[in-house]
């Protein structure tokens, strides 16, 4: 039967397809004294032959002979892509002699493409892990009552702002190039956003770099989430490790007794209990030596009962994040079931014992997507076969994840950064790295394994 219907199908006339269309670029709008150009390109929202929406596409021209593009994602998620490239235009120097270096300001977000869901895009607090199921049930549904406020701006459009319709949209600026294969630049979630296209069109890719990535292409979600407890926690001892003798038991002690009786934080009025103390802990740590002397003062200090040398720099003093999770709620798993999520915080508390389940994906993201108003649209996946090798890097803080992610595809790289930070490409421009990734985009030349970049 599979033989027939195979011969079938070679047999039967191709289907009607659509060209896509060319773009007709022109200065962006405001773009300053970087020269960039836009253009306007239509795209589906959901599948072949519905309703359209319109990204703002953007380009930084080869300075020499084009031998094709590179696609861009610089992460947040967030909508200023565009913006971003023309701050960020002088990592792409090399490429750019041989590669125009393209992006988008993605679809639903605030930015130059239309329209723009009627969304709360501000700080979002991490609610404290329910206790109970109808404390769960209770997170639910205040979350689906902020979702809905955010869809009812365009219902088709909030339930198709995953990752895999980014992938869709890049594939189709791919097309709209004119070009048989793409290379893509992803950095922190911008790095999911590659996963995704690399499992939705893995004949399409030509070179793909991913930077400070989650590994959103695990088999198993609840053994990556162990993973990371075990990164987060590793890093956090390094802060240990050069501490004063004792010190790794004290915080112990201090987050225990804080999850009996919230450590009162004064100067920002507020309390905090031993997970928001973790969380606000780990910022501190993961930003190496320059602050954890810092953070052994407010060790110290909530010992003696004042917790506010926690408190983060200039924002809301509670633990969060900035985004409502418009995108992240439609690409990872979330609770529904109280005694399954007790059951993987306290597996995490387990193997992680000084910071337990205190980072996003297993406190922040349960939280705040539990009850969303749009099913899971793009869950971690598996990478699929026949990719080209993929180049990675990361720091103390993501290289371990981001190297779960190139691992999957044999010949891969991940450069390793032997200190703090984040985006080590974009963010940092750490200009080893950049060196290494502008090689790899236009030639396809990897580094060799085990390399470091200082």
Same mark, same amino acid.
């Given at each position: 039967?599979?033989?027939?219907? =195979?011969?079938?199908?070679?047999?039967?006339?191709?289907?009607?397809?659509?060209?896509? @269309?060319?773009? !007709?670029?022109?200065?962006?709008?405001?773009?300053?004294?970087?020269?960039? !150009?836009?253009?306007?390109?239509?795209?589906?929202?959901?599948?072949?032959?519905?309703?359209?929406?319109?990204?703002?596409?953007?380009?930084?021209?080869?300075?020499?002979?084009?031998?094709?593009?590179?696609?861009?994602?610089?992460?947040?998620?967030?909508?200023?892509?565009?913006?971003?490239?023309?701050?960020?235009?002088?990592?792409?120097?090399?490429?750019?002699?041989? =590669? !125009?270096?393209?992006?988008?300001?993605?679809?639903?977000?605030?930015?130059?493409?239309?329209?723009?869901?009627?969304?709360?895009?501000?700080?979002?607090?991490?609610?404290? =892990?329910?206790?109970?199921?109808?404390?769960?049930?209770?997170? %639910?549904?205040?979350?689906?009552?902020?979702?809905?406020?955010?869809?009812?701006?365009?219902?088709?459009?909030?339930?198709?702002?995953? %990752?895999? %319709?980014?992938?869709?949209?890049?594939?189709?600026?791919?097309?709209?190039?004119?070009?048989?294969?793409?290379?893509?630049?992803?950095?922190?979630? *911008?790095?999911?956003?590659?996963?995704?296209?690399?499992?939705?069109?893995?004949?399409?890719?030509?070179?793909?770099?991913?930077?400070?990535?989650?590994?959103?292409?695990? +088999?198993?979600? /609840?053994?990556?989430?162990?993973?990371?407890?075990?990164?987060?926690?590793?890093?956090?001892?390094?802060?240990?490790?050069?501490? /004063?003798?004792?010190?790794?038991?004290?915080?112990?002690?201090?987050?225990?007794?804080?999850?009996?009786?919230?450590?009162?934080?004064?100067?920002?009025?507020?309390?905090?209990?031993?997970?928001?103390?973790?969380?606000?802990?780990?910022?501190?740590?993961?930003?190496?030596?320059?602050?954890?002397?810092?953070?052994?003062?407010?060790?110290?200090?909530? /010992?003696?009962?004042?917790?506010?040398?926690?408190?983060?720099?200039?924002?809301?003093?509670?633990?969060?994040?900035?985004?409502?999770?418009?995108?992240?709620?439609?690409?990872?798993?979330?609770?529904?079931?109280?005694? +399954? =999520?007790?059951?993987t915080t306290g597996r995490l508390d387990r193997v992680a014992p000084n910071t337990?389940?205190?980072?996003?994906?297993?406190?922040?993201?349960?939280?705040?997507?539990? *009850?969303?108003?749009?099913?899971?649209?793009?869950?971690?996946?598996?990478?699929?076969?026949?990719l080209p090798p993929l180049l990675g890097a990361g720091t103390w803080l993501d290289?371990?994840?981001?190297? +779960?992610?190139?691992?999957?595809? @044999?010949?891969?790289?991940?450069?390793?950064?032997?200190?703090?930070?984040?985006?080590?490409?974009?963010?940092m421009a750490n200009q080893c790295v950049i060196d290494l990734v502008s090689r790899?985009?236009?030639? +396809?030349?990897?580094?060799?394994?085990?390399?470091?970049?200082?």
């Open positions: 039967m599979l033989k027939t219907l =195979l011969a079938l199908a070679l047999l039967a006339p191709p289907a009607a397809t659509h060209a896509p @269309p060319a773009l !007709d670029w022109a200065p962006c709008p405001d773009s300053g004294a970087v020269a960039v !150009d836009c253009a306007d390109l239509p795209v589906p929202i959901a599948g072949p032959g519905g309703r359209r929406i319109t990204l703002k596409v953007a380009r930084l021209p080869a300075t020499g002979a084009k031998r094709g593009s590179v696609l861009v994602n610089f992460g947040g998620p967030q909508g200023d892509q565009i913006a971003v490239l023309r701050s960020r235009s002088r990592i792409f120097d090399e490429i750019r002699r041989s =590669l !125009d270096v393209v992006t988008w300001d993605p679809r639903g977000y605030p930015g130059l493409s239309s329209p723009v869901l009627a969304c709360d895009w501000a700080f979002l607090r991490t609610p404290p =892990l329910p206790a109970t199921q109808a404390g769960l049930d209770e997170l %639910s549904a205040a979350n689906r009552a902020r979702g809905e406020r955010c869809r009812a701006t365009d219902p088709e459009l909030f339930d198709h702002m995953g %990752s895999d %319709s980014d992938a869709r949209d890049a594939e189709a600026i791919r097309g709209a190039l004119g070009e048989g294969s793409v290379n893509f630049i992803g950095t922190s979630y *911008g790095g999911v956003i590659a996963q995704a296209y690399a499992r939705l069109f893995p004949h399409r890719v030509r070179t793909m770099y991913v930077d400070g990535t989650g590994n959103h292409s695990a +088999r198993d979600w /609840e053994r990556e989430l162990v993973a990371i407890a075990r990164d987060v926690d590793g890093l956090m001892r390094r802060f240990f490790d050069q501490a /004063e003798p004792g010190a790794e038991q004290r915080w112990r002690a201090l987050v225990a007794g804080a999850d009996r009786e919230p450590v009162p934080a004064p100067a920002v009025n507020t309390r905090y209990d031993g997970t928001q103390l973790r969380f606000l802990a780990f910022a501190k740590a993961k930003d190496g030596p320059a602050r954890w002397g810092e953070l052994a003062a407010a060790i110290t200090a909530a /010992e003696n009962g004042d917790a506010s040398g926690f408190a983060p720099r200039g924002r809301d003093p509670h633990p969060g994040l900035p985004g409502g999770g418009v995108k992240e709620c439609l690409d990872f798993p979330r609770p529904t079931d109280q005694r +399954r =999520l007790a059951r337990g389940p205190a980072f996003p994906l297993a406190w922040h993201l349960p939280t705040t997507c539990t *009850g969303w108003p749009a099913p899971v649209a793009n869950p971690p996946a598996p990478l699929p076969r026949g290289h371990a994840a981001t190297a +779960r992610v190139t691992a999957q595809v @044999p010949g891969s790289r991940t450069i390793r950064h032997d200190g703090p930070g984040h985006n080590l490409f974009a963010g790899y985009v236009t030639t +396809r030349a990897l580094p060799p394994a085990g390399t470091t970049c200082g």
